[in-house]
């Protein structure tokens, strides 16, 4: 079984900076794509920032220039440094890992969300 867990989240005022991290855990063989994804009240889960296992970086167009993805494979963890941010970036940030596990079979999975706000 693999866990996930994200840290990191909590009040900023805007224009204010948080450093989000996620750690996997368990049997894991490998890990695949990693993405950030996050979910305001009343909206959808939206994809804020992904990276491939070659560091290979996309980002939604609201945060392009202030965000920034990052990844260490050694650790299997990974990164989002978020600058200059905006109350409209308040919302759960879920961390999303494509992890090859026991047998090299490859499985999506979703930590529980750590909560950002951004106050005006």
């Known amino acids: 079984q693999v866990q996930l867990v994200e840290s990191g989240g909590g009040l900023v005022q805007a224009g204010g900076a948080l450093r989000l991290s996620c750690a996997a855990s368990?049997?894991?063989?490998?890990?695949?794509?990693m993405g950030w994804y996050r979910q305001a009240p009343g909206k959808q889960r939206e994809l804020v920032a992904s990276?491939?296992?070659?560091?290979?970086?996309n980002y939604a167009d609201a945060v392009k220039g202030r965000f920034t993805i990052s990844r260490a494979n050694a650790k299997n963890t990974m990164y989002l440094q978020m600058n200059s941010l905006k109350p409209e970036d308040t919302a759960v940030y879920y961390c999303?890992?494509?992890?090859?596990?026991?047998?090299?079979?490859?499985?999506?999975?979703w930590g529980v969300g750590t909560q950002v706000t951004v106050s005006s």
């Open positions: 999303n890992a494509e992890v090859f596990g026991s047998s090299w079979n490859l499985r999506g999975y």
């Open positions: 368990g049997s894991i063989l490998g890990m695949n794509r």
């Open positions: 990276i491939d296992s070659g560091g290979s970086t």
